[in-house]
């Protein structure tokens, strides 16, 4: 069941990819709004779901596009090469290589009256690539990291270390999430990269009428 749903909305769904990574597309795209209800077998998963919209897609909306990697908009998150030494006492290479990836917020007591988090937080980081440390740091920074995150570190391999950053940025001592990234001897810039992008051929204004 779906509520409220833009065509970009649906399209961003079903294709995996950000509202500035789709071209085209009529007037209305991010605008009208449409509900869905549908049936799914047992046993479904997230990705058998996004497909079965894609074909909704295009039998209803006649929707038709081109998916090729262009040079968006991103954050970019690299080795300083400067900062060699930081980063070997801040990332210790993972203790058990073979456990799942995982960040654990660390709680440090209630934050001050009136406040809706601690000023500064702390997520455990194991075992984690920096592949896997690039997707996570739009989730734990969403209010400052508005575009994806994309690994050029070029670093290998697994690794343990603390992520301590603010939530409130205008607190004292406020740390922000590009101050914390730095003392593990990276740095996240503004650029661009490749992303996949969805070039829209050709899309109906409004979907084919419901069934009878």
Same mark, same amino acid.
């Given at each position: 069941?779906?509520?409220?749903?833009?065509?970009?909305?649906?399209?961003?769904?079903?294709?995996?990819?950000?509202?500035?990574?789709?071209? &085209?597309?009529?007037? &209305?795209?991010?605008?009208?709004?449409?509900?869905?209800?549908?049936?799914?077998?047992?046993?479904?998963?997230?990705?058998?779901? =996004?497909?079965?919209? &894609?074909?909704?897609?295009?039998?209803?909306?006649?929707?038709?596009?081109?998916?090729?990697?262009?040079?968006?908009? =991103?954050?970019?998150?690299? =080795?300083?090469?400067?900062?060699?030494?930081?980063?070997?006492?801040?990332?210790?290479?993972?203790?058990?290589?073979?456990?799942?990836?995982?960040?654990?917020?660390?709680?440090?007591?209630?934050?001050?009256?009136?406040?809706?988090?601690?000023?500064?937080?702390?997520?455990?980081?194991?075992?984690?690539?920096?592949?896997?440390?690039?997707?996570?740091?739009?989730?734990?920074?969403?209010?400052?990291?508005?575009?994806?995150?994309?690994?050029?570190?070029?670093?290998?391999?697994?690794?343990?270390?603390?992520?301590?950053?603010?939530?409130?940025? &205008?607190?004292?001592?406020?740390?922000?999430?590009?101050?914390?990234?730095?003392?593990?001897?990276?740095?996240?810039?503004?650029?661009?990269?490749?992303?996949?992008?969805?070039?829209?051929?050709?899309?109906?204004?409004?979907?084919?009428?419901?069934?009878?």
């Amino acid at each position: 069941v779906v509520h409220q749903a833009t065509p970009m909305d649906l399209i961003t769904t079903a294709y995996h990819v950000e509202r500035d990574a789709v071209i &085209g597309g009529p007037p &209305g795209i991010e605008f009208d709004r449409y509900g869905i209800v549908a049936r799914t077998p047992p046993g479904t998963t997230q990705g058998d779901t =996004a497909r079965m919209l &894609g074909t909704l897609l295009a039998d209803r909306f006649k929707l038709a596009v081109k998916t090729e990697m262009k040079p968006l908009p =991103a954050f970019l998150l690299k =080795a300083d090469p400067a900062a060699k030494d930081k980063s070997a006492a801040a990332m210790k290479p993972a203790a058990k290589p073979d456990a799942d990836p995982d960040c654990r917020f660390q709680a440090s007591g209630p934050p001050p009256p009136n406040t809706p988090s601690p000023p500064t937080i702390t997520f455990r980081c194991s075992n984690m690539t920096m592949e896997h440390f690039s997707k996570q740091l739009r989730d734990f920074a969403w209010a400052n990291i508005n575009r994806p995150v994309v690994d050029i570190t070029d670093l290998k391999g697994s690794w343990d270390f603390d992520l301590r950053f603010s939530w409130q940025q &205008g607190a004292p001592d406020a740390i922000t999430i590009f101050q914390a990234v730095a003392k593990l001897g990276l740095k996240l810039e503004a650029g661009t990269a490749p992303r996949p992008a969805i070039d829209i051929l050709s899309m109906a204004e409004s979907p084919t009428p419901n069934a009878a």
